[in-house]
C-alpha cells in the first residue's frame, strides 16, 4: 500500500536511550527505521506524536511515514515485529490520509505515571512503576492534580533545558485512580495511576508535575502549594523530577 | 533472631539459570546466599520448597535456612533487597520452628502458566506469559485439564532426563481462567491462566501439560486424547514443552 501509514506502537523503555533517534542508534526511533529498511529497502524517517525520554514506556505511540512498498496495510504489523527487538511491538497500522501528521495532527495526548504503594516491589512490575513505602494522602494527590487543570504557563514543571519558546501548554484532564491490592497479605497495599491529559507536553513536564504531587503525598507540602508553585513560573520552586520508568505515554488521540 | 528462618521470594526467571545453584553462580539460590553473606558474613546453604527451571517465573517461593545473626526477622527483607539484584526481591520473612523445612514440610505447590490469546503480545507482559494468536478452544483445554486431576503415574508429562524412581503424583486442581481484554480495540482478545496444584511436580511436568493442552486448544488433538497420553506413560505420545517464560510458581502450601 504505497502512501502515508499510520501505525500503533507500544515499547519498553528501559533499555533505550528515548525515542527519537541518536547517534548511538539505540532508540526506539532507529529500531522501527532499521526493521521497515530490512522489510522494503526503503530508507525512511518516521514521524511520531512526540519524542519519549530515556527509560519512559509506551503503550500506544502513534507514528507515521510515506512509503512505496506494496506491502498492503494490514501486514505491516506483522511484518514489522518479525523484524524488532521483542521489546518494541506494533499494535495497529492501516492507511491514512496524505495529510495525517502524527504530531502535528494530534489533538491531545495522555501520559500515565504508576505508583505502587506497598512495603515491597512487585517484581514483575517494576521495571514499569515507582515504588513507594510509606502513606500517601491520595485525596491531597488528588487535589494538587486538580490545580493544574487549565491552560497556564507551566515553567514551574519544565526542565530548565527546554528550548521551547513558549510554555504555555492545556491540561484537560489531570486525575489519579488507586487500585487496592488485597487477598494477598504478603504484598498488600494499593497501586495508583496519575493520567494527565494534555495539549501538549514541556520536556520532563510529567515527572515534574508527579515529583511535586508525591511530595504533597508525602506530606512535606500541602496541596495548596500546587496553585503557588504553578503560578511562580519558577522551576526551582517544584519537587523534584520523578524517575522515567513509571512513566508511559498511554494514548494520542486524533480528530 | 538466631534460629530457622522462612521467606518468601518472588522472582523474575527472565535471565537466570534456574532456581538452583549452578557453577556459573548465575542463579536466584546463588544470589540469595551472596546477599545473606553480604549481611551477615555467613556461609549459608538456603533450601527452597523446589528448583525451579531456567527462565521460569516465581511469584511466592518459599526458602528457610538457620542463621546465628541476630537481625530481627522482620528487618530480614528489607535488608536482603538492598543486596539482591532487582529481579529478586524478598517480599516476607519470619521465624519458623527448628523443623521447619521449605521442601519436606510442603503440602501442596501451585504453578500458573499465562497465556495471550490475542493478535499482537503485550510488550510489558511478554516476559511472563507465552503468546499465542489463533483460535484456542477454552472449554477443550479445561475438560482436558480436568483428566489429569488425581494420583497417577505421570511418565507421560515428565521429561525423560528425570532420574526420579518413581512418577507417581497427586494433582488436587487443574484448572483455567479466562480473562477477556476488551475495551482497546488493538489488543483485544483474552488471557489464559492455568493453574495446576499438586503434592509435588516431575522435571517439565507443568510444561509438557501446558504444551499437550495447546495442541488440544489448537484442535490437533481432542480432549479426550489427555488421559490416553497419561495412561500411556509414554513421553513420546505428549505434545511438546511449552517454553519456560509463561511458567510461574505461584505459591507453596503448608499445614
Known amino acids: 500500500m504505497a502512501g502515508n501509514l499510520r501505525m500503533v506502537v507500544s515499547y519498553d523503555g528501559t533499555s533505550y536511550h528515548g525515542f527519537q533517534t541518536q547517534p548511538t542508534k539505540h532508540t526506539i526511533q532507529d529500531k522501527l527505521e532499521a526493521a521497515i529498511y530490512q522489510l522494503t529497502g526503503e530508507n525512511i524517517k518516521i514521524c511520531s506524536s512526540g519524542r519519549t525520554d530515556a527509560g519512559v514506556h509506551a503503550r500506544c505511540q502513534v507514528i507515521n511515514f510515506h512509503t512505496a512498498s506494496a506491502i498492503p496495510a494490514e501486514r505491516w504489523a506483522l511484518a514489522l515485529n518479525a523484524r524488532l527487538p521483542r521489546d518494541i511491538v506494533v499494535i ?3 492507511a491514512a490520509p496524505e495529510h495525517f501528521h502524527a504530531r502535528r495532527s494530534a489533538k491531545q495526548k495522555t501520559y500515565c505515571y504508576r505508583i505502587r504503594n506497598t512495603r515491597y516491589p512487585d517484581v514483575f512490575a517494576r521495571p514499569y512503576e515507582l515504588h513507594h513505602y510509606g502513606h500517601l494522602d491520595v485525596p491531597a494527590m488528588s487535589e494538587a492534580l486538580s490545580c493544574i487543570e487549565g491552560t497556564f504557563d507551566f515553567s514551574a514543571f519544565c526542565s530548565i533545558r527546554s528550548q521551547k519558546k513558549s510554555h504555555v501548554r492545556t491540561v484537560f484532564q489531570a486525575t489519579l485512580e488507586t487500585c487496592p491490592i488485597d487477598g494477598q497479605p504478603l504484598i498488600s497495599g494499593q497501586t495508583i495511576r496519575i493520567f494527565i491529559t494534555g495539549s501538549g507536553f514541556l520536556y520532563q513536564m510529567v515527572r515534574i508535575i508527579v515529583g511535586t504531587v508525591l511530595q ?4 512535606k507540602r500541602s496541596s495548596e502549594d500546587m496553585r503557588t508553585i504553578l503560578l511562580s ?18 494514548d494520542v488521540e486524533y480528530t
Do not use: M, N, Y
Not at 216 to 219: D, K, L, P, Q
Not at 237 to 246: E, I, N
Open 92 to 94: 495497529g497500522a492501516e
Open 233 to 250: 513560573k519558577d522551576r526551582s520552586k517544584a519537587g523534584p523530577t520523578a524517575p522515567s520508568h513509571g512513566l508511559t505515554l498511554w
Open 216 to 219: 504533597i503525598g508525602e506530606g
